[in-house]
């Protein structure tokens, strides 16, 4: 939690950016979640947009900004003697309320600074009854999208729906908080850093675990253990893998194997809950074959290559097109490609090798925002989502302003059902060597290299006191 003044400022924007809208914007928080039966929960984690304005990272509270009046109150329940038998004396919820300047903000109307939970329920069933607009972000929990669903009389399943798709959400509201949460604040680089720290200490213990004969679980198990001892935990579910070709491979069943690459994605939360994301792979031997240095290099490449070219101003599109187009060359100069690599990129042959974006947004969630809707998150009013595989799976095309708070990940990749529906398919505009790949590459794997960028006024620097080690001999030195 940050101090009281930094979400009476927020509210204060929030307020202000939704002037004009009228009516009430309602952020329910999250509840406990069973893992097989009620008090056996899941870790709890709160819903990321209210611990932006409201800072109360416990499970049953809600709250509510009245936009006519600039009333703001906080919903919860205190605890009973049951509860104190269990979890012991606890602060009162007017208490947390006023720690966080509920209430306190200059301007705001005299009211309840906090009420029971079930008061929640009363206050958003009054608006509708009054025909108030009732604004609220695309929810991602199923508790809370029954719970809306019964005071809005609203599709559950709708109000899952994130913008722009959604029909229920409110597009202003959600401008409003993107708007806001983009641009991150001291306060919160300050904590971001922090979690870059903590996943570079996750990574440095994956790197020093990559040994012949080790079960990759066992490196999983020491690079949690990192995160539970001085954060949250994990930023998102880790994946390390020597199938690397699979983007999103969650397994951890195989046996480091000599001549093998192990690629490792994984990031730290803190306990203020802001994320980190990096990616490094590794030469299972300890050493590069040449055929893995020469693609492991061409990665390394395109990584410093984008990141020379963040700045505020140009867009995360251009970025992205001008990596693929590097990567291509590199690619070229192998003899997997053929063609102009600057039209290649244009025609989307890079997504053959690289099928996902240069990067995406981060800060409260390690993929900031794409609960409330991806395209609005990560895209201009002037821009669109378009192109194939790769162009079409970016997260973050915006053009960057100083506190956008981006990966850098570029990946070379050799899938072989994709190469073969791309083979069968005539895809590639006949650019692609697939007698060459079929030969020396289907059983490559995949490569991927990550590191987090804040944009700052003169251009960008990495997240984190230091740096992970990224250059091929830099690797092999470390693992000898």
Known sequence: MFSKEIYINRRAELLRRMSGQ??????????DAPANY????YKFRQESTFLY????DQPFYAAVLDLDTGGETIFADDVDIDDIVWMGPQPSVRSIAESVGVGERSGAAAGEVSAP????????????????????????????????????????????RRLPASKVASEPLARAVIGMRLVKQECEIEEIDKSCDLGIRMHTAAREGCVPGVLEQSIVGRMDGITLSEGWGVSFTT?????GETLHNHRHDQIITPGRLLLVDAGAESNTHYASDFTRTYPCSGKFTTKQREIYDIVHQCNEFAFSMVRPGISYREVHIATVTRMLEGLKSLGIVNGDPAQMALDGVGGLFMPHGLGHNMGLD???MEDIGENLVGYDDDQKREGG?????LRMARRLVPGNVVTDEPGIYFIPDLIAQWKRDGLDRG???????????LDFGGIRLEDDVLVTAEGARRLGSSRLPIASSDIEELMK
């Open 22 to 31: 009228g009516g009430i914007a309602i952020f329910p928080g999250n509840a």
């Open 38 to 41: 009620r008090g056996n929960d």
């Open 53 to 56: 304005f409201w800072g109360i």
């Open 117 to 160: 939970y079930a008061g929640f329920a009363d206050y958003v069933k009054k608006a509708v009854a009054q025909g108030r607009k009732v604004h609220f972000l695309p929810q991602s929990r199923y508790y809370n999208c029954l719970l809306l669903s019964s005071l809005l009389n609203i599709d559950a399943q709708e109000l899952n």
């Open 239 to 243: 994946i390390l893998s020597q199938n």
């Open 366 to 368: 390690v993929h900031d």
């Open 389 to 393: 595989i790769g162009l079409a799976n």
């Open 431 to 441: 650019c692609v060597n697939y007698s060459l790949l079929e030969r020396e590459y």
